[in-house]
C-alpha cells in the first residue's frame, strides 16, 4: 500500500535560515504528490503539489519541492524562513483507485527561532 | 467565496451522547472526505463521498456515520460518542479526478468527556 513518511516530528531554525523538510514515499508508480501547511488553530492549506514534468515544484509563500525518484523523496524547501512559517507541514499522497482521497504523513512542526 | 464551511466550531460531548458535524461547501465539488487529527497520528480518513448519495469507508470508519443527501453539504454522526472520539476534525472537498487539490475547512475540535 502506498504510504509517505516524514522522518523528523518537530524542527527548530533560525529566522533567515534555510529550510529542508523531508518526505519519502512507498508508491508504485509516478506518485502524485503534495505538500501542506497547517497554521495553528487552522485548517490545511495546499503549498504545492507535483503530478509530472519538471521535478522542481514552486508553490505558494516561497516554498519549492523536488521530486527525486531514485531516493523516493519529495523534500521541501525554503531558501529563507519567516517567522509567519512557524506551523505544521504534512506531504501526502493519493493511494491510488477511484476514491481520490490523500493519505497524510504525520507532520513536522517548525518552529522559528528570532 | 466562503469554501469549505464547518459547524460547529467546538463542542463538548457527554460519553453516550450523539451529535452531527456539518459540512458544507459551495464549490460545486463531487468529492467530499471527513478526516480526524490527532497528535502525532496526522490526518486519518473517516469517511468520504464521491458525488451526492453516495459514501464510503476510510481508514478509521468505526463509530461515525455520514450521509450526503445534497451535494454541497457532507455530515458527520456520532451515535454514540466514546473519549476515544476526541480529536479535531476536518472537512475537505475537492471538483474532481483531475484536480487532488484539497479545500479544507477549518475544522472542529469535539471532545468528549
Known amino acids: 500500500a502506498q504510504s509517505v513518511t516524514q522522518p523528523d516530528i518537530h524542527i527548530t531554525v533560525s529566522e533567515g535560515a534555510s529550510l529542508e523538510l523531508r518526505c519519502n514515499y512507498s508508491?508504485?508508480?509516478?506518485?502524485?504528490l503534495f505538500w501542506y501547511v497547517q497554521s495553528p488553530g487552522q485548517g490545511l492549506q495546499l503549498l504545492l503539489k507535483?503530478?509530472?514534468?519538471?521535478?522542481l515544484v514552486q508553490g505558494i509563500k516561497g516554498f519549492e519541492a523536488e521530486f527525486k525518484r531514485s531516493q523516493s523523496s519529495f523534500n521541501l524547501r525554503k531558501p529563507s524562513v519567516h517567522w509567519s512559517d512557524a506551523a505544521e507541514y504534512f506531504c501526502?499522497?493519493?493511494?491510488?483507485?477511484?476514491?481520490?482521497?490523500?493519505?497524510f504523513g504525520k507532520g513536522t512542526k517548525l518552529s522559528v527561532k528570532p | 467565496n466562503a469554501g469549505v464551511t464547518q459547524t460547529p466550531k467546538f463542542r463538548v460531548l457527554k460519553t453516550g451522547q450523539s451529535m452531527t458535524l456539518l459540512c458544507a461547501q459551495d464549490?460545486?465539488?463531487?468529492?467530499m472526505y471527513w478526516y480526524r487529527q490527532d497528535p502525532g497520528m496526522g490526518l486519518r480518513l473517516i469517511h468520504y463521498?464521491?458525488?451526492?448519495?453516495?459514501?464510503a469507508k476510510g481508514e478509521v470508519p468505526d463509530g461515525y456515520n455520514v450521509s450526503r443527501l445534497k451535494k454541497q453539504n457532507f455530515l458527520l454522526g456520532l451515535e454514540s460518542a466514546a473519549p476515544s472520539q476526541t480529536s479535531v476534525y476536518f472537512c475537505?472537498?475537492?471538483?474532481?479526478?483531475?484536480?487532488?487539490?484539497?479545500?479544507f475547512g477549518s475544522g472542529t475540535r469535539l471532545t468528549v468527556v
Open positions: 463521498s464521491v458525488g451526492e448519495g453516495t459514501t
Open positions: 507535483y503530478f509530472s514534468g519538471d521535478t
Open positions: 501526502a499522497v493519493p493511494p491510488g483507485g477511484s476514491q481520490g482521497n490523500l493519505i
Open positions: 508508491y508504485g508508480a509516478t506518485p502524485y
Open positions: 464549490m460545486n465539488h463531487e468529492y
Open positions: 475537505a472537498s475537492r471538483w474532481g479526478q483531475a484536480n487532488y487539490g484539497y479545500t
